[in-house]
């Protein structure tokens, strides 16, 4: 009995004496905690900013001119070759590249018919007898971008032509080349589509009855 008492005063002293040094060491000592950063601290990196939808499309080599070739050859000289895979068009005297041009050729659904072709016609002010806009008499748009073969015009309208300047036609269904919009891909209803310059260059210098090749490969 004697001995379990002193082993309880001995083990309330030790308790005594432990905590009066951690008193005087300034309590048991706890671990640290992870620091946070406060919220309004916090560093995060802006969204990248949204792309324009013009830097989405593929540019396009401008057109090249050999300005040596074109002021000298004649059109008996001269033939065609598009390529549908590079979007360019060519006007060649033998070998020698006399214009190098971006086109847009027919999108899917309307594709640019491949094969070898003559300049059938050549219309400076043509106009397309198929798409064009429905136009009242004060000569206001009244429906855009419609189908002579497929839209009926709303009454008091008429159906005006897209037009295609500097038209040079291939096929008796009316695909040819002319000047159009480029937007760096296949976009045009059959058609091949250049810019002004390029379409003007070429429609000069060809003849009705100039060989033109049109091919899918590059």
């Known amino acids: 009995m004697r001995l379990n008492r002193l082993r309880i005063v001995t083990g309330f002293a030790f308790l005594i004496t432990i905590t009066s040094v951690s008193a005087q060491l300034g309590g048991f000592p706890t671990p640290p905690r992870p620091r946070s950063t406060p919220a309004a601290q916090r560093v995060t990196a802006p969204p990248p900013p949204m792309r324009k939808a013009t830097e989405l499309i593929r540019r396009q080599e401008p057109i090249r001119i050999n300005q040596a070739l074109v002021n000298s050859v004649s059109p008996d000289q001269l033939r065609v070759v598009v390529s ?18 971006p086109i847009s050729s027919g999108k899917r659904g309307h594709s640019t018919p ?34 002579s073969r497929i839209d009926s015009a709303p009454s008091g309208t008429h ?25 760096g891909y296949p976009a045009s209803h059959g ?10 260059l070429f429609y000069d210098r060809v003849k009705v009855g100039t060989p033109v090749r049109v091919t899918a490969e590059a």
């Open 84 to 101: 549908l895979a590079k979007q360019r068009a060519y006007l060649l005297a033998g070998d020698q590249v006399v214009v190098d041009s």
């Open 114 to 147: 491949t094969g070898s072709f003559t300049v059938l016609e050549k219309d400076a002010d043509h106009r397309s007898s198929i798409y064009g806009d429905f136009v009242d008499s004060a000569g206001r748009v009244v429906r855009a971008g419609v189908s």
């Open 159 to 183: 159906f005006v032509g897209s037009p295609m300047t500097w038209f040079m036609r291939l096929t008796h269904e009316g695909v040819g080349m002319h000047v159009g919009i480029l937007p």
């Open 191 to 200: 058609c091949i589509r250049m810019p002004g310059e390029g379409a003007k």
